[in-house]
Each structure stands twice: as C-alpha cells, then as structure tokens.
C-alpha cells in the first residue's frame, strides 16, 4: 500500500471522525430565572421547578404537539361509570435504579398528591379524586367524588414516583433526591446554582438526545442573554419582549415563542390590608392601563384579556368586560375608602418583569396609594403568596398556567374559599365553581364560569392583565417547538449542524 493511499485513508478516517463529533452534543445548558422550589413533582407547581423535573418524571398521561391528550405512563384508559375511570398501565417501564414501575406505583402517586397530610398546592386541581386502587399489576382504577370533566385535562400533570423509594427514604429526601422513570435522572442539586441531569439509558420511550442537561439559576436577564449569546448556554427562558429583537440580531441566536394558556394577572388581598376594601381593589383595577402594558411591554409577545384565563382555556370568556382604564374614577374610589397614601406591599420575584412590575406600581402611586415592591427569590415568593393573609402582600404579579387548558385549574385554585391561594371568599362564587366541576355538560359548565367570571370582576381578587407568549433565546443548532402549555421536554428537542 503506498503512502499516498495510507494518508488518503488516515485523512478520511479523521474526517469521519469529527463529522462525527460534530454531528453530536454531550451536554445541553439551559437557564433559568430562578432555581427550582423544589424537585417533587407533587409539590410546588412553578414554571422553574417543572421545566426540571419534567424530565426526572413521566405522567400519567400528557399531550402531543398539537394539544391533544394522549398517553404516558397510562397506555389507554375507559369509563366504567361517570365517577370510575380504569387505566391500563404501560410494561416494561422502570424507574431510574432499575425497579419496575407498576400499578401499585401509579395508585400511590394518586393518593399521595390527594392526601392532605403532604399539603401540596397542587391539591386544589386533583381534590376531586376520591381514591385509586391496584386492581391488578397493570390495572388502576380511580374514584372521583362526583363526575368531574376536567379530570384527564389535570391527570396530564400527575408525575408517576416510585411507591417503594418514597416510603423508604421520606418526602423530605426524596424532594432532595428524586428518582422517576423519566429520561433523565439528577446527579447534582447545588441549591441557587444549579440541577445537573443525566441521560437514563434505560428510558423506555426514545433515547435521550443529550447525554446531560445542566439547569442553571440565572435571575440577571441580561447575563442570561449574554450566556446564549457567548454559548455559555443553549437555550434560554423569558426573554422579555424588548430584548428579543437583540437576539435575533445575533448570529448564533434565535428566538422561539407560541401563544400560551398562561395568563399574566395582578392579585390583590381581599382579606388584609388597604385592599381588604373591594373600593381600594376596584380603584386598582380602573388605575391601571393593561392595553398599554401589553403594546409597550410586550411588543407583540401577548395579548390583552379581560378576565383571569387566556383562549386556549375551556372556560375562557370575552363576554365578561374588563376595567376601563379610568385614573379618575380611581383617585375617587381611593378617597371615598379613606386610603389616600395607604402603603400597598407589591410582592415579586426575579421570575417576573421588572418592568412590568414597575408599571404597574407607578400607574397604582399615580391615583394616591403607597405601593412598595418587595422582591424574593422565587421559593420565598410563593411561601408568602401561599401563606396567611396578613403576609401575603396587596398585590402580587402572577404569570398563572395549569397546563390543563380548564378554567377549573385556573380561577377554583385561584379564588375559591379555602384555597392556599386566595384571599378571598365568596360564597356565591363557590357554589359557581364547585358545580362548574361536577357536571359533564360543556355548554352548562361555559354558562357557570361566564357567571363566575362576573362575580371576580365586581370583587376584584384578581385581575387579568394578558394572555403570555412564551419567549426562549435559544442557539440556531437547536431544533425544538415550543408549546402551548410550556412544557419543557428536553426529548422534544435536538442538536443539528
């Protein structure tokens, strides 16, 4: 063999070689604005947290590209009667550390997030589930309390864990130390800093496209642009609408969005402070200008609702009017409660648009209150939120998606007596909802929510400000659709030169 040939040959080999490796990606970093609240899917449910640990976990059921229902976990499913669902349980499924996921695992999970005693505040969307049973090894039967017709649309975000692990180690370790069946296990949690994942060879549904995927907390949005823009980081999420055009100026850059089912909206406290007055919430409500919020702030990334829910929701009305934007008719509410100058407590998280929140506060300050923003990491935010009334603040900005497309994942959490979110209590409004969830009519449920709709706007708990556009920085070599419910499949995505 002459050496020309041998160096031809050699040449080829590199070549192939690092095509090769160019054609591959060990590692995805994706930042976020904030650390996740915690790695338990059965608790806190905020965007930080389960852009990760939708990874760790598969569910129940979920949705496709299109926003249709289909199966996970749960291969197929039929109606006994209008209160008892069975689900067939997919085989061949397990867990990271080998195990084999089972009905036993599935009925567990259901009665896990159902049970009072772990206070999840995702309870208020699964509380219509009387009991799940095992009624064979790939066979779950599900009671609910009444018929409930959201009930698969709240089931897409049901995370399956492992019962055997969870009872073993406890709740507190396993939020420390996750382990599911999804397609990426945790390897490394530095809290503040970030989630390291790796890929889960054993994954029963595709491999996964990266063989690690790092999670950093990023609140600074200019250093999270920054990062896209140097390749510190492949993807990145909240881009605010007036920095997008600077990433589409990048060359190595790109930005994706969809229409979401998230609504931005402005809470305010029924029950404590200067907002206790429904005069002072309805003044908010006249003092502020959302039209001009989403033209100035948004920039084409939003779109302005009148109640608290977006179109993609069921549920969803345009017959119920919004507030005019009426400063004077504001400065007059504040005077006739008696609450000029009164200081408001505006509560926030680097999770949210400074900007908007500062908007919000200056067109409040200008029809004679006192709003004060006091800013927390996300994990403090919602404890607060969550928590007492006297704590809770006035006002709080929220960015509210259920991933279920149901006003009953929207305004029951939100508003309903009882609720670990609201500060407010209406009987009327009750009854609305509580029916709203129990009968399968579509039309009768849409007339319900139309009147319940009606009463949060004379009460003014909240207030709908515009329906979000999710908006990511991402690298051009990332290929990945985003979706109307932000789910963050790391497996929907890949890397192409």
């Not at 990271?96 to 009925?107: I, M, P």
């Not at 064979?136 to 409930?148: D, G």
Request: glycine share 6%; net charge neutral; charged share 25%.
């Amino acid at each position: 063999m002459s050496a020309r040939f041998i160096s031809i040959a050699a040449a080829l080999v590199m070549l192939n070689a690092s095509t090769a490796l160019a054609q591959t990606k060990d590692t995805l970093t994706i930042d976020l604005p904030g650390d996740a609240a915690t790695l338990d899917p059965h608790l806190q449910w905020n965007t930080d947290s389960y852009s990760i640990y939708r990874n760790i976990f598969d569910n129940l059921l979920t949705r496709d590209v299109k926003g249709e229902i289909v199966p996970q976990i749960a291969s197929s499913w039929k109606y006994l009667d209008d209160k008892t669902i069975e689900f067939q349980i997919r085989e061949g499924v397990t867990f990271q550390d080998g195990s084999k996921l089972t009905a036993e695992d599935v009925a567990f999970s259901i009665n896990r997030i159902i049970d009072p005693k772990l206070k999840s505040p995702q309870l208020s969307q699964f509380d219509q589930i009387a009991k799940a049973e095992a009624t064979s090894p790939t066979i779950v039967k599900m009671t609910t309390k009444s018929p409930y017709p959201a009930l698969l649309a709240q089931l897409v975000k049901l995370s399956i864990v492992p019962k055997a692990y969870v009872e073993k180690v406890g709740d507190q370790e396993f939020n420390l130390k996750p382990l599911g069946s999804g397609p990426y296990k945790l390897v490394n949690w530095q809290k503040g800093v970030q989630s390291e994942l790796e890929a889960y060879s054993g994954y029963w549904r595709v491999k996964p496209p990266f063989q690690h995927v790092v999670f950093r907390s990023v609140p600074d949005v200019s250093t999270r642009i920054a990062d896209l823009k140097t390749g510190k980081a492949d993807l990145i999420r909240d881009v605010p609408p007036d920095q997008a055009e600077s990433v589409k100026g990048d060359s190595n850059s790109q930005i994706l969005s969809v229409p979401t089912e998230r609504v931005g909206y402005l809470f305010l406290n029924a029950q404590a402070g200067a907002t206790k007055d429904v005069r002072v919430r309805q003044a908010i409500a006249y003092a502020i200008d959302s039209k001009a919020l989403v033209e100035a702030l948004l920039e084409g990334y939003g779109a302005p609702v009148n109640v608290v829910g977006a179109k993609p929701v069921f549920g969803y009305t345009e017959k119920v009017q919004g507030y005019a934007y009426d400063p004077e008719k504001a400065k007059e509410l504040i005077k006739a409660a008696g609450a000029e100058g009164a200081k408001v407590e505006f509560l926030t998280s680097p999770a949210y648009s400074r900007a908007t929140i500062e908007a919000i506060q200056q067109m409040v300050n200008d029809v004679g209150l006192n709003v004060e923003i006091s800013s927390s990491d996300q994990a403090t935010f919602l404890k607060r939120r969550q928590g007492d009334p006297a704590n809770a603040g006035g006002l709080a900005f929220g960015a509210w998606s259920c991933a279920c497309q149901d006003a009953d994942g929207i305004i029951f959490p939100l508003f309903r007596t009882g609720s670990i979110w609201a500060k407010y209590s209406n009987g009327k409004y009750d009854a609305l909802v509580d029916k709203a969830r129990i009968i399968l009519d579509q039309d009768e449920r849409l007339k319900l929510y139309e009147q319940a709709y009606e009463i949060l706007r004379e009460d003014v708990p909240g207030l709908g400000l515009y329906q979000a556009y999710a908006v990511y920085g991402a690298n051009k070599k990332l290929k990945w659709q985003p979706t109307a419910n932000e789910a963050m499949f790391v497996t929907d995505m890949s890397w192409q030169q």
